[in-house]
């Protein structure tokens, strides 16, 4: 490829990646619930007419990397038309977890289909037992309204069962279709601006864009020394009395490809911690993206020397009607955890210890009058350290990548008050660079309402690497009457008002040998 050619190149996966953060901010601009429009709980993303990722913006890896795997599967499914918009959030046939609702409409440049535009975002509620559509569930049609793939609107005429299935099974449903507009609008804006760029020979470069992204991957791979790595760790239970449940990995290096095994994973669990296999996918690539080049563009093609296996019906391949809505958000960050792990044998210096591993879910909900109404927020935590330094504090880690939720707005909206939020100081694991910090949020309950709470590391810690030591575990906690008790780390609860919840997330691992002491040594097999 000519130095031209590889600028021109370069310009095209720019422009690519632009038009998927423009359609960012319309979503982010026209959407209704804070979750989305302040939180920014949203991904967008663009492919080719096949279903195969061309292009993304830097939003969420969990829904992106699941929204590249299982794309071509949905795409398949339609004769497609202009103006046709589908819907959908099935676990098994495409999605993540049921709030996690996708909108895809086809491009069209004089009458060819030339690719597609997609939104997917979490929605505050879809319905099901528990407010928010985050409790603790044993079966998947009871964690809400499972869609799947369909037609909302249909060679632009609207479709009358979605919306009608929504006001029937969802909580808040003007809000969520709502959203779901703002979703639409963000993909037609991604359909215009790819339009433009469709003059000519369009297919032809984003050919030559995959081949030199999956040139990038199998780069990225061979700098790993040949061989095979295991790591496990647990999930410490299924919030439905099972558990510690074993993850298990092995990675086989060869060349420029690698293959991720999962075998020895417990078999898939009562409660909602389960995986489909999309989950799992975007789980292990991304962290071999984070192996890559910044500027490497990230196409379907970055990913075709990795394959991934599991046993059918095992934690992170779970069969078709368990329960997930905690696999989404929790196993996920424990599938990052046991790769990086296995990665940190084989190249230990570019391997940060564990992050805090958790989304730490909090989920209230309850009535204003007639209304329903739904709070969902993820807490931030501690990094792991690093070769090159200290792990960062209080951020949101590896597979979420959303806003810290405005207190402004949450006291605006909900009946809820927030008395404490800081830095949780010394819960990063110690050693010669140590992990980040956890943060401590509390709310005052102002009213009587439902809470749901999904969360990990409560009673086992990030661990640390190269003799660093463990971050501090989690802590969920309810005042009720001036007295303070401690809460699980997964299940739902009534409470009055007055109560008080307090969540302190953990704090990353620590990484090589230092003077300090604290902490506990917790490097797994």
Not at 103 to 123: C, D, K, M
């Amino acid at each position: 490829m000519s130095a031209d050619d590889a600028v021109q190149l370069s310009l095209f996966a720019h422009r690519l990646s632009a038009i998927c953060e423009e359609m960012g901010a319309v979503l982010k601009r026209s959407a209704i619930s804070p979750n989305i429009r302040d939180r920014e709980d949203f991904s967008c993303a663009l492919f080719n007419r096949d279903g195969q990722l061309v292009a993304q913006a830097a939003h969420i890896p969990i829904h992106l990397g699941s929204m590249a795997f299982a794309m071509a599967d949905v795409v398949g499914r339609f004769d497609w038309q202009a103006d046709d918009v589908v819907v959908f959030n099935d676990p098994f046939l495409g999605g993540t977890h049921l709030p996690d609702i996708t909108v895809v409409t086809p491009i069209f440049s004089q009458q060819e289909l030339i690719g597609f535009s997609a939104a997917r975002a979490h929605h505050a509620d879809i319905g099901g037992r528990s407010p928010g559509s985050m409790g603790v569930e044993t079966r998947l049609e009871d964690e809400g309204l499972i869609i799947s793939p369909c037609y909302w609107f249909k060679a632009g005429e609207e479709q009358q069962q979605l919306p009608q299935r929504f006001q029937q099974q969802v909580r808040a449903y003007a809000e969520r279709l709502g959203d779901l507009a703002a979703q639409k609008a963000a993909c037609v804006i991604g359909g215009q601006r790819l339009v433009a760029l469709a003059d000519t020979g369009l297919d032809d470069r984003i050919a030559a864009l995959m081949a030199v992204s999956e040139a990038y991957g199998r780069r990225a791979i061979a700098d790993i020394p040949d061989g095979e790595y295991c790591f496990e760790d647990v999930m410490e239970d299924d919030g439905c009395g099972s558990g510690p449940l074993p993850v298990c990995v092995r990675i086989a290096i060869a060349g420029e490809t690698a293959r991720v095994d999962f075998s020895g994973t417990a078999a898939q669990a009562g409660g909602p911690v389960n995986c489909p296999l999309a989950v799992t996918a975007a789980s292990v690539l991304y962290v071999f993206r984070c192996l890559m080049p910044k500027h490497t563009p990230q196409t379907a093609a970055v990913f075709r020397p990795i394959s991934i296996t599991a046993p059918q019906g095992c934690l992170v391949d779970a069969n078709a009607g368990a329960a997930v809505a905690a696999g989404n958000v929790e196993t996920s960050q424990r599938i990052v955890d046991v790769v990086l792990g296995a990665l940190a044998k084989a190249i230990p210096d570019r391997i940060p210890a564990a992050a805090q591993g958790t989304m730490n879910n909090v989920i209230f909900g309850g009535k204003k009058g007639e209304d329903d109404w739904v709070y969902y927020e993820t807490l931030a935590g501690g990094m792991g350290a690093h070769a090159g330094g200290d792990g960062l504090s209080t951020v949101q880690c590896h597979m979420t990548n959303t806003k810290n939720s405005s207190i402004e707005v949450l006291e605006m909206h909900y009946p809820l008050q927030v008395r404490t939020y800081q830095v949780r100081k010394g819960s990063g694991g110690k050693g010669r660079f140590n992990g980040g910090d956890g943060l401590i949020r509390e709310w005052y309950v102002r009213e009587d309402c439902h809470l749901s709470l999904l969360t990990e590391r409560r009673a086992t810690a990030p661990y640390g690497l190269q003799g660093g030591y463990s971050g501090a575990s989690g802590k969920n906690r309810l005042c009720r009457d001036g007295v303070w008790q401690s809460l699980p780390a997964k299940g739902s609860w009534q409470l009055k008002a007055d109560d008080l919840i307090r969540i302190e997330t953990p704090g990353g691992g620590g990484f090589g040998v230092g003077k300090s002491k604290a902490g506990t040594t917790d490097e797994r097999r």
